[in-house]
């Protein structure tokens, strides 16, 4: 007996990459008394018109797959510079902004807004780009995405040259200033939040783009079983939709600091975080992401909250204060977050472990939350008597929640 397997030309057409023709008989050998043998059917698949490069799997269409293992590494290398050199300048170029926006009398959360626009704008345009260029090679190919951030980093590097930006110099003693600002206890729990903040804004870069993807709690499936949201046009209108959201919040940051007090609303952003993994875990509609993602215009407030809180305690130390937050946040808490959440993932799966986060992130508010208004509070209202005539006392009453920064001790300026 002999079956004989065709497809249609418009499925062979659509499929990606394309199936210039298959024919497939499938041999089922009978014993003689006409029952199935133990013996495994044979089955032929024979492509018409296609190379021997195609047949073996090495190239598609023309588009050679390359070595894996050095394409990974290259990319592994790559892609640590890249974050490496971002990570560092990031926060010294929030200092930067923050010391123009007061010299000139702007305000920093409208000047951090426009990155916000650039991330509404370049990620869905991204995506159409690479549907293009893999419609065109009848393959997913990425690279439109990586040559359109090598031309917009280049552009903005000119751009910044061309800049008029006059700071303070530099502290040469670097450890010591460190250890100068780490001795407020207000600073350090801020660091903490800062930090956990990271970790879970590095989770979900790490990991929502797979969920959506790879997730089988997504009923609706494409015939090869994949969830039908899957475009890259789609993905990019995610990412798009969050920082679309973080607009207000950041055009209102300064506000909302003097009303809320930028400790309280460091800890909103940890709950935003929660209520975001907690919807994640029982989203089975992958449209129902865009209006979850309006909760990521709240975590946004943390990238304002950092400059704006460096220059109410330690204005001297600003620099100082900006490269610690970033490390913690960028950084340590960016690459801690998708470690841990890669081994609960591998061990529980998407949905338990957004729980598992969800779970441990208000935990993580509400401690700060407390610890802020029962201990550090109280620790800032017995620093206010000077202790030595170098400590610079400013009472900063402006930020809405009652609470005085204890003073940073700053050193006696050089003659």
């Excluded at 930067?96 to 702007?106: F, K, L, P, T």
């Excluded at 670097?174 to 930090?195: Q, S």
């Amino acid at each position: 007996m002999a079956e004989a397997i065709h497809i249609s030309e418009e499925d062979m057409h659509n499929s990606l990459p394309p199936i210039l023709s298959l024919s497939c008989e499938i041999e089922s050998l009978l014993n003689t008394n006409n029952q199935m043998s133990n013996e495994i059917p044979s089955c032929t698949v024979t492509c018409r018109n296609a190379t021997a490069s195609q047949a073996d799997g090495t190239t598609t269409n023309g588009v050679p797959f390359g070595n894996k293992a050095l394409t990974i590494t290259l990319y592994f290398i790559f892609r640590f510079l890249s974050y490496t050199a971002s990570r560092g300048v990031f926060p010294l170029l929030d200092a930067a902004i923050m010391q123009i926006s007061r010299q000139e009398g702007g305000d920093f959360g409208i000047q951090r807004l426009f990155a916000s626009v650039g991330a509404v704008v370049v990620p869905p345009f991204a995506g159409w780009l690479t549907l293009v260029a893999s419609r065109h090679c009848h393959c997913m190919d990425f690279s439109p995405a990586f040559y359109l951030f090598g031309i917009l980093t280049v552009l903005g590097g000119v751009l910044m040259y061309f800049m008029d930006i006059r700071v303070k110099q530099p502290e040469t003693h670097i450890f010591r200033t460190m250890g100068i600002v780490l001795r407020d206890p207000n600073v350090v729990g801020f660091l903490c939040a800062v930090f956990f903040s990271g970790a879970a804004w590095g989770f979900v870069n790490g990991y929502l783009f797979i969920f959506l993807k790879d997730d089988d709690g997504f009923p609706q499936k494409n015939d090869d079983g994949s969830p039908v949201v899957t475009t890259t046009f789609y993905l990019g209108l995610v990412n798009g939709a969050g920082y679309l959201a973080g607009i207000p919040f950041l055009f209102f940051s300064t506000k909302l600091a003097k009303i809320f007090g930028h400790e309280n609303l460091v800890a909103t952003v940890l709950f935003a975080y929660a209520a975001r993994f907690l919807i994640y875990s029982f989203t089975y509609n992958p449209y129902l992401i865009f209006p979850t993602e309006l909760i990521t215009g709240v975590t946004f407030l943390v990238f304002a909250l950092m400059p704006q809180f460096a220059v109410k305690t330690a204005p001297k130390y600003m620099a100082t204060l900006m490269g610690l937050f970033g490390a913690a946040n960028f950084g340590i808490g960016g690459g801690v977050g998708p470690l841990i959440g890669g081994f609960l993932i591998h061990g529980v799966g998407f949905r338990t472990t957004f729980q598992i986060l969800a779970v441990s992130m208000a935990a993580i508010g509400c401690a700060y939350f407390l610890t802020f208004h029962f201990v550090l509070k109280r620790l800032a209202a017995q620093a206010q008597k000077p202790k030595s005539p170098l400590i610079v006392h400013k009472r900063d009453t402006g930020n809405g929640n009652g609470s005085i920064p204890p003073p940073i001790q700053e050193e006696p300026a050089e003659a």
